[in-house]
C-alpha cells in the first residue's frame, strides 16, 4: 500500500507536469503561457470539487454512503464548467488582456472539470478501499494519453488541440476509474 500511494504520488506529480514539459520546447513559451493560464483556471474551478474529494475519501473508509453529495458535487462541476466556458473569459480578458490566445483555452479547458471532478471522486473510493494500484495504473494510462494527444493533437490543431488533449486524458481517466470501481463492486458481490 505505501508503494503503491509512493508511485501514485509520483505519478500524479509527473501526470500534472509532463503537458508543461512538453510544450514549451515543442509548441514554444508564448503558447505555454497561455495554456498555463488556462490550466490555472481549471485548478481555480476545482477547489471546491476537491474539497468534497477530501472530504468524502474519510466517509467512504468507514463505510458511510456519500452518494448524494458526490452527485451534488458533480452537478455543482457542470455549472462551474459554464462559469468558466462564459464568464471567466471575460474576466481574463479584463485583468490580462496580454493573454488574448488562452481566451480560446478557457472555454475548452473548463469542461475538463467534469471528468476531473469525477475521477476524483472514484478516486477517493479506491483509495479508501485501499487499492491505490489501480489508481497508478489510471494515472499512467491518462498521462500517455494526454502525451500521445499533446503530440497528435497539438500538432495537428495548436493550441486548442492541447486543451483537446487534456479533455480525452480527464475523460478517459474518470471512465477507466468508473470501470474499475463498476468491477470492484460487482466482485464485491459474488463474494
Known amino acids: 500500500f505505501l508503494t503503491n500511494n509512493f508511485i501514485l504520488d509520483l505519478s500524479y506529480v509527473l501526470e500534472t507536469q509532463i503537458d508543461k514539459l512538453l510544450i514549451g520546447p515543442l509548441f514554444g513559451f508564448v503558447i505555454l503561457g497561455n495554456y498555463y493560464l488556462a490550466i490555472q483556471v481549471l485548478h481555480m474551478l476545482a477547489i471546491v470539487p476537491e474539497v468534497v474529494t477530501k472530504y468524502t475519501l474519510p466517509e467512504d473508509s468507514s463505510g458511510t454512503n456519500t452518494k448524494k453529495i458526490k452527485l451534488l458535487t458533480v452537478f455543482f462541476s457542470v455549472i462551474l464548467a459554464l462559469f468558466g466556458i462564459f464568464i471567466v473569459p471575460q474576466i481574463v480578458a479584463f485583468f490580462f488582456p496580454e493573454y488574448s490566445e488562452s481566451l480560446e483555452l478557457i ?4 469542461l475538463a472539470i ?15 478501499k485501499e487499492k491505490s494500484g489501480f489508481l497508478v ?44 470501481n463498476l468491477y470492484e463492486k460487482k466482485k464485491n458481490l459474488r463474494i
Open 107 to 110: 472555454p475548452i479547458i473548463s
Open 114 to 128: 467534469v471528468p476531473s471532478t469525477i475521477a476524483s471522486l472514484f478516486s477517493a473510493q479506491l483509495l479508501a
Open 137 to 180: 495504473i489510471s494515472s499512467l494510462t491518462s498521462m500517455i494519453i494526454l502525451v500521445i494527444g499533446i503530440l497528435i493533437l497539438g500538432k495537428s490543431f495548436g493550441i486548442i488541440g492541447l486543451a483537446y488533449s487534456l479533455i480525452i486524458s480527464d475523460s478517459f481517466r474518470a471512465f477507466l476509474l468508473f470501470m474499475i
